[in-house]
């Protein structure tokens, strides 16, 4: 079955950009499905960031928008998360997570990576 | 944007108790909810979506109903590895997803 695994550096200066990645297996980043980043804020709750279709068609939250950039690799059968300008309020854990086809609840998710903004 | 809300936000209850769970939307979101399960150092676990339709390997003591505004998730006999954060979450307002604030189901 489909499993997802994020990557990417854990600790992030303030006013810089993090940078992760999701690693799809067991299925195509090209099926039929929108691929999504959701965050979690130490002790809060589940925040939406936005997602990718393969063809590149992107959705933003709009509180974040100005700030983020997903992108897809068909050939490393991937996606990315670039945030930039990040403060303190921005550490969380980062999750990757799947959407069937023509749903928009998420069904599959990695197991999260924790990125802390701090000098 | 929706916004969700749960209530309460922690429920205590006791092993082989039933739990009942509410969410409520700010508009209608028709039956375009689910609701997630998540334990401390685990990502979320999808339980129902469609409002009522239990995801795959979902047991049957979890179900969801409601439509429009207001939704409810019943656990119908605890057991111990049902003690956790359950979210909501709706999808109808696409794109642009949003959660409620969570329920933690604690041990009584």
């Known amino acids: 079955q489909v499993q997802l695994q994020e990557s990417g550096p854990g600790l992030v200066k303030p006013s810089g950009t993090l940078s992760l990645t999701c690693a799809v297996s067991?299925?195509?980043?090209?099926?039929?499905?929108?691929w999504s980043w959701i965050r979690q804020p130490p002790g809060k709750g589940l925040e939406w960031i936005g997602e990718?279709?393969?063809?590149?068609?992107?959705n933003y939250n709009p509180s974040l928008k100005s700030r983020v950039t997903i992108s897809v690799d068909k050939s490393k059968n991937q996606f990315s998360l670039k945030l930039s300008s990040v403060t303190a309020a921005d550490t969380a854990v980062y999750y990757c997570?799947?959407?069937?086809?023509?749903?928009?609840?998420?069904?599959?998710w990695g197991k999260g990576t924790t990125v802390t903004v701090s000098s | 944007e929706i916004v969700m809300t749960q209530s309460p936000a922690t429920l205590s209850v006791s092993p082989g108790e039933r739990a009942t769970l509410s969410c409520r939307a700010s508009?209608?979101?028709?039956?375009?909810l689910a609701w997630y399960q998540q334990k401390p150092g685990q990502a979320p676990r999808l339980l129902i979506y469609?409002?009522?339709t239990r995801a795959t390997g979902i047991p049957a003591r979890f179900s969801g109903s409601g439509s429009g505004t207001e939704f409810t998730l019943t656990i119908s006999s605890l057991q111990s590895e049902d003690f956790a954060v359950y979210y909501c979450?709706?999808?109808?307002?696409?794109?642009?997803?949003?959660f409620g604030p969570g329920t933690k189901v604690d041990i009584k």
């Open positions: 067991g299925g195509s980043i090209s099926s039929s499905n929108w």
């Open positions: 979450q709706q999808y109808n307002n696409w794109p642009g997803v949003t």
């Open positions: 997570a799947r959407s069937p086809a023509a749903t928009y609840y998420m069904d599959v």
């Open positions: 990718i279709y393969h063809s590149g068609s992107t």
């Open positions: 469609g409002a009522s």
């Open positions: 508009q209608s979101v028709s039956s375009n």
